[in-house]
């Protein structure tokens, strides 16, 4: 691009509010045909979100280009979920335009936070996978990284939840109704995603033999980017999502009326693959249409990237040097196999060589060891949609139980364990074991848990790759946790410490010496006080309930599982409730218990938790006695935008899973940085956690995974703990017998079931007593109000540690080989 048209540019986007305010009319003008006294608030938003866009656009090609000058190596993240969450915040803040654009709106007659509630969440993720892959985007483009997500643009993200009497009921979420601004569809970016048809074997010249996949079916997909801005540091990064779109080469004109209509209507059946984000959470599901979405990222995504690498590079051999390719859990290790099939089938290289390839560019995340999680696609399904992946994979498996042999000996029993392929009556393929036999990283998301997959389910891979192994500590970015959603938070510490925390969280570590400080200390509990308060004043609006802000925030907010336990914390609430009516005169340190959090559609018990919780807090929030001392709350709708919001305001942070069983956890890491005080128990990188913050600053309960595990080895009996908690056998006995739900006594049977005779799998009443002594200490710090604040400040001034800038970091440098990347002197400094 010349001097002079970018100059140009810069004129139309310029920086000041005068030039903003011109753009914005513009946009209503001439991009959506109306005009300020005419448009609705949707439109204003257009408008804003495309005046911020005109501004990101420059940095947008000006980035891609420097990376193609240098030849700099690419870092792909490819992952089935992407859970951004509103764009606009988080783009003006990068920018460092907030003041600008905040005037803009009120000189036109708006409120700018009333636009801002007008975006939807692009809620394209479950959980905590999908926030993760959001996060290293921010992290990577605020690192300088030349860092890109690939995704699918789902029209529909995760289901909206509602609450109708209690029970969870799930509505589609359709965000693209009226569009989005912030995604570019780019026609000169679309590729055909082949399935079904047959392997075909035939010579080649030099008398090889080799594989062609013929009559296939394919549909298309085409790019939808999404602008991925650093931390004012002029780079933006792109997350590109695939919709797909049936052929285009439909021949109508030899159709006649009825086959016209019937082609017509069969579009429909090829866009429908990237209809619907699948709403489990940790359980696999074999459905087909899952399988052709997961091929579909990354049959699109791969020739992206070697479409892009053949434009600067001659030589494919040397794919490693220049690309790196991150796979988000099992979803994308269809790469494997589908990046064997082009180096051999497409380039011609032999096996060794597109192996050597393969392997050295890919590397793969794991995020659970549920073993319901694994991903295991029966072969029947892959022989039938991808039969020429399934003849490489075999291949894969074969040569690999070589190596076994090799290595192990003849022990039959380990071969089965490490096979690719499981036989059996249904033989699958198993991605995980695909993961880390074809890429040289695996990675945990926390230390425990990484020490967790080498001891369990990757042992034999750990005695066999131990170098493949490797811990990379899950991590959340300041910016959207803490400068975004905590603005009065932030700009108290930067008054204090400056701002250079927002690129080096552990600057925090200066606040440290604040405890003793009284004026400071006084600012910092008053803000904890209005967050609560506007939370406060959110629910009043939205739900005509009133919560009582000289509680103790008591917050649990995730996707309903039973290994989460948000039983356990029903359980105290409920225990809480008996406790005050047996004495009513006893002093009480009030609490408002706060759940949010959603269950997958097919998950019965997960769903009656959410009922029961709801039936708790009915009988709680309706008894008078209760007032001024406890209260229960379940928010529906659980979603980044609301965490935004419940985070800043806890006091308690709920993060309470059986030992071993939360991989990581990352909603810790946002409410420790916000001063919120954990209660959990040693699992996932609340381990870490503790260890930053200091023993003195958490308060850690129950069982440790040894002791999870020495329990059940000794036969651990639900019974007897029931027997042994009068508080806790009450309650039991109450959602037995219908206490909370009159109308329909056995409605909890089901999971007053789990807890006892089958033996409750994850340990509530083992851990409940440790857990109700826990609340205890929670009471007896919240009393005296400057201890209280003293361990919230060092949560906030330590948890450094676990900002996603440290993990991209650590990634970078020993797994995608980029860390001559990080820090180029386009790093923001702090002002
Ligand atoms: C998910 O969100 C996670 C794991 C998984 O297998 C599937 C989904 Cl959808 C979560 C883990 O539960 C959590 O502990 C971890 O912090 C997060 O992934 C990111 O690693």
Redesign the pocket.
């Known amino acids: 691009m010349s001097t002079t048209t970018s100059k140009k540019l810069n004129v139309k986007t310029g920086m000041d509010t005068e030039s903003i305010k011109a753009d914005i009319l513009s946009h209503l003008r001439y991009s959506l045909a109306t005009d300020i006294e005419t448009a609705n608030k949707k439109e204003f938003y257009k408008s804003v979100v495309l005046s911020v866009m005109d501004r990101l656009h420059d940095s947008w090609l000006n980035t891609q280009k420097e990376y193609r000058e240098k030849k700099t190596k690419k870092i792909y993240y490819i992952s089935m979920e992407f859970l951004i969450g509103r764009l606009l915040d988080n783009a003006l803040v990068n920018l460092n335009l907030e003041q600008e654009f905040r005037d803009a709106c009120k000189d036109l007659g708006y409120d700018y936070e009333e636009i801002r509630d007008i975006e939807n969440d692009a809620a394209l993720g479950?959980?905590?996978?999908?926030r993760?892959a959001a996060c290293f985007l921010d992290s990577m483009a605020t690192l300088g990284l030349a860092g890109f997500g690939y995704g699918i643009k789902y029209d529909y993200g995760i289901f909206k939840q509602k609450i109708h009497d209690g029970y969870q009921i799930e509505r589609p979420d359709d965000w693209l109704r009226f569009g989005t601004p912030w995604a570019t569809t780019r026609p000169s970016v679309m590729y055909p995603v082949r399935f079904y048809g047959r392997s075909v074997p035939y010579t080649d010249e030099d008398g090889h033999l080799r594989f062609k996949w013929e009559n296939t079916q394919h549909v298309y997909a085409l790019a939808n980017d999404i602008p991925m801005p650093g931390f004012r540091n002029g780079v933006v990064n792109n997350l590109r999502l695939w919709k797909a779109t049936s052929p285009k080469s439909l021949d109508l004109t030899s159709f006649n009326q009825g086959e016209y209509i019937n082609a017509v209507r069969d579009i429909e059946l090829h866009e429908n693959i990237s209809r619907v984000l699948y709403p489990n959470?940790?359980i696999f599901v074999g459905q087909e249409l899952r399988l052709k979405q997961e091929y579909f990222l990354v049959s699109s995504t791969l020739q992206d990237i070697l479409r892009e690498y053949k434009q600067q590079h001659d030589d494919l051999r040397d794919l490693p040097k220049y690309v790196a390719i991150q796979c988000n859990?099992t979803h994308p290790n269809l790469a494997v196999p589908d990046l064997m099939r082009i180096l051999m089938d497409e380039e011609g290289f032999d096996w060794e060589t597109s192996w050597d390839i393969t392997v050295k560019t890919l590397s793969y995340t794991n995020?659970?060891v549920l073993p319901e999680?694994l991903e295991k696609w029966p072969v029947s399904m892959l022989r039938n949609l991808l039969p020429r992946h399934l003849q490489i994979i075999y291949e894969i498996n074969k040569r690999f139980i070589n190596k076994v042999h090799e290595h192990f000996g003849d022990d039959v029993n380990r071969v089965r364990r490490m096979s690719i392929i499981s036989e059996g009556e249904q033989p699958s393929v198993q991605m995980a074991n695909l993961g880390i036999v074809g890429t040289h990283k695996v990675n945990g998301?926390a230390a425990l848990h990484t020490d967790l997959i080498k001891k369990t389910i990757f042992r034999d891979f750990f005695e066999m790759y131990p170098e493949r192994f490797t811990n990379k500590t899950?991590g959340i970015t300041p910016r959207r946790w803490l400068k975004q959603c905590n603005k009065p938070l932030a700009d108290l510490i930067t008054s204090e410490i400056g701002d250079s925390w927002i690129t080096h969280l552990s600057d925090l570590r200066k606040l440290d010496d604040k405890v003793n400080d009284k004026k400071f200390m006084k600012k910092y509990s008053d803000i904890k006080q209005q967050n609560k308060e506007r939370l406060a004043a959110y629910v009043k609006e939205n739900y005509g309930f009133e919560l009582n802000t000289k509680a103790i925030f008591d917050i649990q907010i995730k996707r309903i599982h039973e290994y989460k336990r948000q039983l356990m914390l029903a359980i105290y609430a409920a225990a809480q409730y008996n406790y005050i009516k047996a004495n009513p005169d006893a002093p009480v340190v009030p609490r408002t218990i706060i759940f949010a959090g959603k269950a997958a559609p097919g998950y019965a018990m997960a769903k009656m938790f959410i009922k029961l919780i709801n039936s708790i807090s009915d009988k709680i929030n309706n008894d008078p006695d209760m007032e001024g001392k406890l209260q229960c709350f379940f928010l529906d709708n659980y979603s980044v935008t609301l965490a935004e919001q419940l985070i800043p305001a806890a006091d308690v942070s709920e993060q309470i899973s059986t030992a071993g069983m939360?991989?990581?956890?990352?909603g810790n890491m946002k409410f420790a940085l916000n001063g919120a005080v954990t209660i959990g128990t040693l699992d996932?990188a609340n381990v870490e956690i503790k260890e930053e913050v200091g023993d003195e600053n958490i308060i850690i309960f129950g069982l440790t995974v040894e002791g999870v595990e020495e329990l059940r080895r000794s036969g651990y009996s639900s019974w007897e703990y029931y027997n042994a908690d009068k508080a806790l056998k009450q309650v039991i006995d109450q959602i037995r017998d219908g206490f909370f739900e009159p109308d329909h006594p056995s409605l909890f049977h089901t999971i007053t079931n789990s807890l006892l005779d089958g033996n409750d799998y994850f340990l509530v009443l083992a851990d409940y007593p440790a857990y109700a002594e826990a609340q205890k200490e929670v009471d007896a710090l919240y009393s005296k109000p400057d201890e209280w604040f003293k361990v919230a400040l060092y949560n906030t001034a330590r948890v450094g540690k676990f900002s996603s800038d440290r993990t991209i970091s650590d990634y970078a440098t020993d797994i995608w080989g980029c860390e001559d990347q990080l820090n180029k002197g386009r790093e923001y400094q702090g002002s």
């Open positions: 479950n959980g905590g996978l999908g993760l959470d940790k859990d995020h659970t999680a998301v899950n939360e991989a990581s956890g990352t996932g």
